[in-house]
């Protein structure tokens, strides 16, 4: 009887304890609850286009009323929610136009070498070392981050190099901006790539002056090259990795994202990337500019407003400027950075990666069926072939209403932006390059190229609409951050303000990551501010970046969003996460 009385409370032990475990499973999985109605009271609400408000009423997923908190409680049913923003600031949620989601995912898991942690080429190299040492689980070594403009005595590896660091295994190094890669033997042997390998459009494999690959693969289609013949991960883990992405955008703020081409090693990541944008419980709406090669053959664009839309194709002018890809007009400054550490000869203007006619012929086949066409320029050389190319194409076949974009614009004159705008087209400014590169600019480029670099004043001054991006994961996600460099123009190291008269103000900024952005990827009427009739797409912020102090702008934080007037879960341990992790599992076994 003792033994059977033992037995039974054992029993209950387990069962308790199992139901302990699936009540706190069951806890993490749980999404936040939906409010058919939310009444938002108690600090600023930021509308963007009609200035600051006291309160806010959703229904349906549609903001209903916006005005006095009298006015707007008035409205308000019984069963509303009463949402007290406790002095923090509700804004329309923020909207990222160019990142690039899988990569980012994929690169966060990478042997990480980037100057954020990294101070100095011995560092470097001691990462690299130890990461090679390491069993990693398909073969390969893959590191993300090399930048010798952060890293001050960040010189190329050899192949002689790499090869020390690992004669056997592959090892493949990702610069910072993703322009440049460099490659032991083991990886080319791998990748079939060698002395006689040709060099793909709008790419290269370096070689020497005795035709010997040096290791460095330079620009996106090369370095894609190389990377389509890295063993895939664990069937379903890139989606759950790029699900998880997904949340951090959420955390930090978005509801928008934009990927400017899906460059990763995924297999089929088209259909991946709708299927995770699909999801209803999402936790951002993404849509995407394809590569050629991702976009159908016929037809034409989709709606903007479709879960994982191809709204546009995307192409490279030039590379990095960091990189000596910046397809400038006077050849880069002469310095230790770029002769000693860059390796860029005196006198050295990068190539363009398409030459007039080959682009112009690319460019037409996606102007006429619709699509809008995002085009990578840094360089004023880059920008100038890019706006010949624009003007011939519409002028034999006019399309006013597509507004076709210019990506980065580090070095974009006035003239240029002027062509722009009579063109009818639309810039995308990575004015991150301030925060983490200002300080390195002059020996780059030089005082006077400096002293008009990433020109987003100029722009919006021309008449431009413009916005804001981040490139991620070129830097990290921080949309206070950006926020930040387009209004003080300050390094974050400190020193002289980058172009200061180029600074815009608080409110040009907000809308360049909000409405002007929205307008940027054809969803102006659904997104981007806070008024009657479109989606409540929301975003409190710790602060109001309109008044804040302006030493705290970069470290303002999103405490939540919501899509459509759905609280959004950002948090890993979701119910979609748990799902794919599962997939991941079982094909493990």
Do not use: C
């Not at 322009?179 to 709008?202: E, F, M, Q, R, W």
């Not at 990927?259 to 999801?279: E, I, N, P």
């Not at 409405?515 to 409190?540: C, F, M, P």
Request: proline share 7%.
């Amino acid at each position: 009887m003792a033994r059977k009385q033992t037995s039974f409370k054992w029993l209950k032990i387990g069962l308790l304890g199992l139901l302990a475990v699936v009540g706190i499973w069951q806890f993490w999985l749980t999404p936040p609850a939906y409010h058919n109605e939310i009444l938002f009271t108690g600090g600023d609400i930021v509308t963007v286009t009609q200035g600051t408000k006291e309160a806010m009423l959703v229904r349906d997923g549609r903001i209903v009323a916006i005005g006095t908190k009298a006015e707007v409680t008035a409205l308000a049913s019984g069963d509303a929610q009463q949402y007290d923003l406790e002095g923090k600031a509700l804004l329309p949620g923020l909207i990222e136009p160019h990142t690039h989601p899988i990569a980012t995912a994929q690169f966060g898991a990478a042997v990480d070498i980037s100057g954020f942690t990294h101070s100095n080429r011995a560092e470097v190299m001691q990462t690299l070392k130890e990461a090679a040492e390491q069993w990693s689980p398909n073969g390969w070594t893959i590191a993300f981050g090399w930048d010798p403009v952060m890293v001050d005595d960040l010189e190329p590896p050899t192949l002689a190099e790499l090869d020390a660091l690992s004669a056997e295994k592959p090892l493949v190094i990702l610069t910072q901006m993703m322009h440049d890669a460099y490659a032991n033997s083991a990886a080319l042997k791998a990748a079939a790539i060698g002395p006689n390998t040709p060099n793909p459009v709008g790419g290269e494999f370096v070689r020497d002056a005795d035709g010997k690959l040096t290791g460095t693969v330079r620009e996106v289609n090369a370095i894609g090259q190389l990377f389509s013949h890295v063993p895939p991960p664990p069937a379903g883990s890139i989606e759950l990795i790029t699900n998880m992405q997904f949340g951090a955008y959420a955390r930090a703020g978005f509801t928008t994202i934009a990927a400017a081409g899906l460059v990763s090693t995924a297999h089929d990541q088209v259909t991946m990337y709708k299927r995770l944008a699909a999801h209803p419980d999402a936790p951002v709406q993404a849509i995407m500019y394809g590569l050629p090669n991702q976009l159908p053959a016929q037809g034409g664009p989709q709606a903007a407003t479709e879960p994982g839309a191809i709204i546009g194709v995307k192409f490279w002018m030039d590379g990095s400027p960091y990189a000596g890809g910046a397809a400038t007009d006077e050849p880069y400054t002469v310095s230790d950075l770029t002769v000693q550490r860059l390796h860029l000869p005196p006198g050295h203007i990068a190539p363009l990666n398409y030459d007039a006619m080959s682009f112009q012929q690319a460019f037409e086949t996606y102007h006429r069926r619709g699509y809008q066409v995002a085009v990578h320029v840094q360089g004023e050389r880059a920008v100038e072939q890019t706006l010949d190319v624009v003007s011939t194409v519409q002028a034999a076949y006019p399309n006013p209403g597509l507004h076709h974009r210019m990506e980065h614009n580090a070095l974009i004159t006035s003239g240029q932006l002027a062509r722009a705008k009579t063109l009818g087209m639309t810039t995308s400014f990575f004015v991150d390059h301030v925060t983490f590169y200002g300080h390195r600019l002059p020996e780059i480029f030089g005082p006077e190229r400096t002293a008009h670099y990433m020109p987003v004043k100029a722009a919006i001054d021309a008449g431009l609409r413009v916005s804001l991006h981040a490139d991620n994961p070129a830097t990290p996600i921080g949309p206070m951050r950006t926020f930040a460099a387009a209004v003080t123009r300050q390094p974050h190291r400190g020193g002289p303000k980058v172009a200061p008269d180029q600074a815009i103000t608080r409110l040009e900024a907000l809308r360049a990551m909000t409405i002007d952005a929205a307008w940027q990827l054809g969803l102006a009427e659904e997104r981007g501010s806070l008024e009657v009739g479109k989606a409540a797409d929301l975003v409190i912020l710790s602060a109001n970046p309109l008044t804040a102090p302006e030493e705290s702008l970069a470290t303002i934080t999103a405490e939540a969003t919501w899509i459509s007037g759905r609280r959004i879960d950002s948090r890993k341990t979701t119910a979609a996460n748990a799902a794919l992790l599962w997939e991941v599992t079982k094909g493990l076994f």
